[in-house]
């Protein structure tokens, strides 16, 4: 285990130790890349069921009289559309129509929301919500005093219907409970969201009850497979489901609608938004470059940064995600590549270690769960 008190650390740092965690630095904090192995962890997910510490992402609490006009504002999507106890993905963007950052909204109560962001754009992402408040809003950045664990997979439910009395089953995908008794563990806000494409819930609680809550979940877990899963097999997860990972397929110079989320923009809601004007301009005329999946023909995994090249030697674009996909076992990537070279079955290369693979474009998301 690494002590280098320099890095961030959430309340289950001391807990890892005991399941064996290799941490990494993870933009700035110190994080389990895996428990067990990365194959092994996400198996378990598509099979049975993972638990994750995602502490780390940040959350911001918006609450006042404007908070849904502020928000409305803020990101690309429609948060008028929102009833208490239900989110949604969105973004938020520039005025030259790059990203700020992709996130998730929450409308706790009228007038009272919660922002989940990525955990290295807190900064970023705070100063530019208090740099664009308009009418009569407070923001409090609350991601240090908030916990949040992820279990995912196809027995998540039952998992975590042992700990409660309310029915799981009726909170629907993208609602979320809140106030939430866990078999003692109290206030926790129970979301039916996920980043691993497959169904699950995010849990929310104060940093104090995340160790307790940890546990619990592995004990009563342990007969369905449950295992702690790390940074490694959460990214091949959300790969394989094609969702988006800011700094890859989402940054300053690439938009929502290049990077496919292009259902989180509404650029026809009646109120401005901004960076609503370019992602209009964009949609209507087409897009110049698109985010695509590629499949290598060739021996070599497609990552992050590789040029990808036309089959007559034009480089058209680049590799923004790429990996030996566990479920498939096969090297794919998603690609960021002038938009006349995205039709499904087209013959690409890709530059692997300077030499050169055959590669072609396959139909998104690779990994698709049977519902």
């Known amino acids: ?24 630095d993870f933009g700035g904090w110190e994080l389990p890349v895996q428990f067990s192995s990365i194959l092994e962890e996400h198996e378990a997910v598509r099979k049975e069921a993972g638990l994750f510490d995602v502490s780390h992402m940040g959350e911001v609490l918006v ?17 008028t559309k929102l009833s208490i106890n239900q989110a949604l993905y969105t973004a938020m963007c520039y005025p030259d129509g790059g990203t700020v950052d992709d996130l998730l909204v929450y409308k706790l109560a009228n007038e009272k929301y919660l922002l ?14 208090e740099k664009h408040v308009r009418g009569e809003v407070k923001l409090e950045n609350v991601s ?12 998540a439910e039952v998992i975590l219907q042992k700990l ?15 106030h939430v008794n866990l078999d003692g563990i109290t206030d926790v806000l129970v979301s039916r969201t996920g980043y691993t494409g497959e169904d699950g819930f995010e849990l929310y609680l104060t940093t104090d009850k995340a160790e307790a809550l ?14 702690p899963c790390g940074l490694g097999a959460r990214d091949t997860l959300r790969f394989e489901a094609r969702l988006a990972l800011y700094g890859q397929e989402l940054t300053s110079d690439i938009s929502p609608l290049e990077a496919g989320i292009g259902f989180a923009v509404k650029t026809n809601k009646e109120s401005h938004f901004i960076g609503k004007d370019i992602l209009a301009a964009q949609r209507e005329r ?8 590629i499949e290598v023909k060739g021996r070599g995994i497609p990552r992050h940064g590789y040029k990808v090249f036309s089959s007559k030697g034009e480089e058209i674009g680049c590799i923004t995600s790429g990996t030996h996909s566990p479920s498939l076992k096969k090297g794919l990537g998603l690609a960021l590549v002038s938009a006349e070279y995205a039709e499904l079955g087209t013959q690409l290369k890709v530059e692997v270690r300077k030499k050169m693979i055959d590669a072609i474009v396959v139909k998104t998301p690779f990994y698709k769960k049977d519902l």
């Open 286 to 293: 087409g897009l110049t470059r698109k985010l695509v999946g």
């Open 164 to 178: 409660t009395e309310i029915d799981l089953k009726k909170i629907s995908f993208f609602h979320f409970a809140q």
């Open 63 to 79: 609450t006042g009289r404007s908070a849904e006009s502020y928000i409305n504002y803020l990101v690309t999507n429609d948060v």
């Open 144 to 155: 240090s005093d908030i916990a949040q664990l992820a279990i995912q997979g196809p027995k």
């Open 1 to 24: 285990m690494s002590t280098n008190t320099l890095l961030k650390r959430t309340s289950l740092f001391e807990t890892y130790k005991k399941y064996g965690a290799k941490v990494i």
């Open 214 to 227: 940890w546990e619990k979940l592995l004990k009563v877990g342990k007969e369905h497979g449950l295992k």
């Open 116 to 129: 989940v962001i990525n955990a290295a754009n807190i900064k970023k992402d705070v100063e530019w919500m």
